[in-house]
């Protein structure tokens, strides 16, 4: 039997926009992906936008009881900036803060501890209209929002995160056009990378002054770049997709400075960001308690054969291109690449490059298309994801067997939720939704999660 330490976290996270629904109800205002499903709802699966998902907004005192259901120690969503402030600066909405502190409450209630983030993906439109993540006035205001949080929730909460998978964002929004405003534009890309980093040490510089008795960190997908070959051109492919991919962010983040090559690199290429002295300072002076990772697919790459031209424009691909490895094992609905040993990789370079700072999986799943067909005596026997998650877990044991300070494991998701671009099309969940009925039903992976977590291992 694969056995974890004691008092092993066990869980699952979910976001704000992703399951709250409710999207323009009581004083919510507009998000960028509110505002984008009205401009071109085509682009979402189904055309199903964000104005109702999984409505835990209305549901969740029924939808917290599903938490300790499935073997629940521990459980993670985000605040929806945009509801709490309305337009993300000024009045806080007391309506936000009554269903906040009732939702929390309950799931303390419950006996599980809460995992609260500050921001997954959903940016206020006001703020997105100002310059999003390129403008130092949203970093202000995003600095007020966490300090009001802290200030409203710091009571319930029981571990912060400052921000979900930064680096998403950034290329979703400035490099790969999947997330809102969806254009090419490096430049945009670095200062946005720039100022998140920025806006998350200043969120932990605000959360310090509380002197609460919780704990602060970021949650970042740590997906380890492995290189084709040993050919030197390959292996400086995957240590450039390395830099940009995982060091942009958990070397400012755990060790309070960004990797020399990757300021070199961006020198070279007069690419450096704005920013001051005193900025570098915040970011050295506020590090995290604590690091969340979230894994679903490793980032194999071999070196771009083809020459940049001088006046190209500056794109990660310049340095490196995807690998597709033959015999990869591929989970066909969401296209990503099953690679469990990557928990393994990933618990080693934090124990051996990262001080081996405390840290958790914040995500680890397997979206699937079309479960119904999996159902047996009325319930959808996922038994592919029980699979993922043992496979999974025990790269992971190895990893702490060995020393890694890894203190936890939470799946994506408890409940099936919207995905952003995907909407419904693939589920997560270890509780199934039914979309016309609102019905909610515990799946085989949900049973097997609960024994998992009374066992403490499998
Ligand atoms: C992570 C995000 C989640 C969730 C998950 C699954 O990157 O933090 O919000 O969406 O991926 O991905 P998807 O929903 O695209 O299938």
Redesign the pocket.
């Given at each position: 039997m694969i056995k974890f330490p004691k008092n092993f976290y066990w869980g699952s996270a979910i976001?704000a926009t992703?399951s709250e629904g409710a999207s323009a109800k009581d004083n919510k205002t507009e998000t960028t992906w509110d505002r984008w499903y009205k401009e071109d709802p085509y682009k979402f699966y189904d055309q199903i936008g964000p104005e109702l998902t999984t409505n835990m907004y209305e549901n969740y005192k029924e939808d917290v009881k599903w938490l300790k259901k499935t073997g629940h120690n521990s459980y993670r969503t985000s605040i929806s900036w945009a509801r709490l402030i309305p337009g993300g600066k000024g009045e806080v909405n007391q309506k936000a803060v009554d269903f906040y502190r009732d939702y929390f409450q309950r799931i303390k209630d419950e006996g599980v501890e809460l995992f609260v983030n500050l921001f997954?993906?959903d940016m206020p439109i006001e703020m997105q209209e100002i310059g999003g993540w390129t403008s130092r006035e949203v970093v202000n205001h995003f600095v007020e929002y966490a300090d009001t949080a802290f200030k409203l929730f710091g009571d319930l909460v029981d571990r912060w995160f400052t921000f979900?998978?930064p680096i998403?964002h950034v290329e979703c929004q400035y490099l790969n056009q999947y997330h809102y405003p969806a254009e090419v534009n490096p430049e945009k890309a670095i200062q946005s990378a720039f100022n998140t980093q920025l806006a998350s040490s200043l969120a932990i510089q605000a959360f310090r002054k509380h002197e609460l008795d919780s704990k602060v960190g970021i949650i970042l997908?740590l997906t380890p770049a492995y290189s084709r070959s040993s050919n030197p051109n390959d292996i400086e492919a995957a240590k450039i997709a390395d830099l940009i991919a995982c060091k942009s962010f958990l070397d400012p983040s755990v060790l309070g400075e960004y990797p020399k090559e990757l300021v070199d690199l961006l020198k070279d290429y007069d690419k450096l960001p704005d920013y001051t002295d005193e900025d570098l300072e915040v970011i050295k002076n506020n590090t995290v308690d604590f690091l969340g990772v979230?894994y679903?697919q490793p980032l194999r790459v071999k070196e771009n054969p083809y020459e940049i031209k001088e006046d190209a424009i500056f794109l990660p691909e310049n340095f490196y291109t995807p690998f597709e490895m033959p015999g990869r094992r591929m989970n066909i609905y969401?296209g990503w690449e099953i690679y469990p040993k990557a928990l393994y990789d990933i618990a080693i370079n934090i124990r051996d490059n990262y001080n081996n700072i405390e840290w958790l999986v914040t995500?680890n799943?397997m979206?699937v298309e079309n479960e119904e067909r999996f159902r047996e005596n009325g319930q959808i026997n996922d038994h592919y994801r029980i699979d993922f998650f043992k496979e999974h877990l025990t790269e992971l044991h190895k990893g702490v067997e060995e020393g890694s300070n890894c203190i936890g494991y939470q799946v994506?998701t408890f409940i099936d939720c919207w995905?952003?671009l995907?909407a419904y099309k693939?589920r997560?969940g270890l509780v199934e939704l039914d979309l016309d009925t609102q019905e909610r039903r515990i799946k085989k992976s949900g049973e097997w999660f609960k024994t998992l977590s009374e066992n403490n291992g499998f």
């Open positions: 976001s992703q997954h993906f979900n998978e998403v997908n979230n679903y969401r995500e799943g979206g994506w995905s952003w995907n693939n997560y």
